[in-house]
């Protein structure tokens, strides 16, 4: 059974700092993509940052590109989302999204698997 945690998210100060983690388990594949996506109340959910196993295929969304860093520690079967210079506008629930093939895509429907998602709260 495949399984997807997200963990770190809390309340930031605009500008500051986060690294959400996604932790993986029952999920084997020699290609893979591995995806962050977050909806906030009321709007889409929409991906914000991709990583596979193709090396150097990570990409982000334009509203991100430059403030976020996609990661993974393979022995952990973990992937990280460090994101710097957040804003208001970041605020959601963040989501952790997987699938056994390599893609580049931001479509919620290409993935197969999903976590529960931690909140972000950028605030003043």
């Known amino acids: 059974q495949v399984q997807l945690v997200e963990s770190g998210g809390g309340l930031v100060h605009p500008g500051g700092s986060l690294r959400l983690s996604c932790a993986i388990s029952g999920f084997t594949s020699d290609y893979y993509t591995i995806a962050w996506f977050r909806q906030a109340p009321g709007k889409e959910r929409q991906g914000v940052s991709l990583?596979?196993?193709?090396?150097?295929?990570?990409y982000y969304a334009d509203s991100v590109t430059d403030r976020f860093t996609i990661s993974r520690d393979d022995a952990k079967n973990t992937v990280y989302l460090q994101m710097s210079t957040l804003e208001p506008e970041d605020t959601a629930v963040y989501y952790c999204?997987?699938?056994?093939?390599?893609?580049?895509?931001?479509?919620?429907?290409?993935?197969?698997?999903w976590g529960q998602g931690t909140q972000v709260t950028v605030s003043s």
């Open positions: 990583i596979s196993s193709t090396v150097g295929g990570n």
């Open positions: 999204a997987a699938r056994r093939s390599i893609v580049r895509s931001f479509a919620a429907k290409d993935y197969n698997y």
